[in-house]
């Protein structure tokens, strides 16, 4: 049989991600045959997303055979996180029987195809061409959008202020597209906050995904300051607490924008975890007080039960008061986190803000602390270097201590 002659085999690397030796023994061996350029190498364990890039490399085509079979929940968590790091990673998706959906759930989570058990020499060529054809007409493609999700550790934290304004801060960092979107199903107050109403919701681009089209997107989205804004549904919509999967409209959002900022409704449930799952940065809001603080100590342990590592997690302290809870080295010690920003309270620009349905002005303190962040999570600025705890720390890490274990 002819051997493939393409992706550009002498500047491809063959990655067999499995911990099964049997299904990458017998995947090596036909991918020596047909792919003889390129010597595949087997990493036997499912590597934790914050090393998923070492293990792929950079500056070549790499293509990762991923067996989602081993640890389906695993393994799709690295798929989301390999499909973000760009074109240059191409992923095919390992099944062990003709599963529709699991072939719908690799293909929404960024797979570029799958091989189904026994493997044949026939699928290895049919993979390929396919991936030849894709590189080809897509020129080595556009890089996918920089997801980032605002969630509160609880309610009334002020997540969404921060989601709404964090948006329109892009079009300074250059980005052309930028989506803003409310995925809270229950509460979503974007169309609010923003004085804008529209018929449509991301309800109903997850009931159409698979007709999906730009024109049919456009429809949906409202273009306001420059940027497209998709709505939570105006009234609840029977189902929304069945909601699981918001892959249809990330996946499409990812490779039409620059930037999506996301306003979670909250940290608990799949919905939420989901999208947790499928951003570049989580930013977790709070404020300084006891209450607030032990809501986050919590959603970070939920967090950290279902791998949402906190390597992507960025915590942000929202109205802070200097007098009034806890300081932010603190926060740090007692919540094991550092404090990636803090936004001092600013009542009354917030408030005009919310009045006039526009972001909050530069000029003010929280326009200030928008910007700040916003040019932290670009990499424009480093962050704020840590300082030595107080020594109340001891007494207060109890509070939290003993909440923990209730």
């Known amino acids: 049989m002819p051997k493939s002659e393409s992706p550009s085999a002498s500047s491809k690397r063959a990655i067999v991600i499995s911990p099964n030796s049997r299904m990458a023994d017998e995947l090596s061996l036909l991918l020596t045959t047909h ?15 914050r090393d998923v890039g070492a293990a792929m490399g950079t500056g070549v085509l790499n293509l990762c055979f991923l067996d989602v079979v081993s640890d389906s929940e695993q393994a799709l968590q690295l798929l989301g996180e390999m499909s973000r790091m760009g074109p240059n990673i191409q992923v095919i998706a390992l099944l062990a029987a003709n599963d529709p959906d699991a072939m719908l759930r690799c293909l929404r989570g960024g797979a570029a195809d799958f091989l189904i058990q026994p493997f044949t020499g026939e699928q290895i060529e049919a993979v390929l061409a396919k991936l030849a054809r894709t590189v080809s007409s897509e020129g080595g493609g556009k890089e996918p959008a920089k997801i980032f999700v605002v969630m509160p550790a609880k309610g009334a934290c002020g997540a969404t202020t921060i989601a709404c304004n964090l948006a329109f801060q892009w079009k300074r960092h250059g980005a052309k597209r930028v989506l803003l979107a409310d995925l809270d199903p229950l509460t979503g107050t974007l169309s609010f906050l923003l004085k ?45 607490n069945d909601l699981r999967d918001p892959s249809p409209i990330l996946d499409y959002a990812r490779h039409n924008y620059d930037v999506v900022v996301i306003d979670a409704g909250g940290v608990y449930g ?36 279902n791998r949402i590592g906190r390597w992507k997690i960025r915590l942000i302290v929202n109205r802070y008061m200097r007098d009034v809870g806890l300081s932010r080295e603190v926060i740090a010690t007692a919540l094991h986190t550092e404090v ?43 962050t704020t270097s840590k300082k ?16 923990s274990k209730q």
């Open 196 to 240: 804008i109403k529209s018929v449509y919701s991301f309800v109903d681009v997850l009931t159409r995904a698979y007709e999906l089209d730009q024109d049919l997107w456009n429809s949906m989205v409202t273009h306001v300051h420059g940027i497209d804004v998709l709505l939570a549904p105006e009234i609840l919509v029977e189902g929304a």
């Open 340 to 382: 990636f920003d803090i936004f001092p309270s600013d009542y009354d620009a917030v408030q005009k803000s919310l009045m006039d349905g526009k972001p909050a002005p530069a000029s003010t303190t929280f326009g200030k602390s928008i910007m700040q962040l916003a040019d932290k999570l670009s990499g424009s600025t480093g």
């Open 388 to 403: 030595k705890s107080s020594s109340t720390i001891g007494g207060l890490l109890g509070l939290f201590t003993k909440t």
């Open 35 to 49: 792919m003889p350029d390129v010597a595949p190498s087997h990493v036997r364990n499912y590597p934790s997303p």
């Open 270 to 305: 799949e919905w939420n975890l989901n999208q947790a799952r499928m951003a570049n940065d989580l930013l977790l809001v709070t404020t300084n007080e006891l209450p607030a603080l032990q809501a986050a100590q919590r959603a970070l342990s939920y967090l950290d039960a």
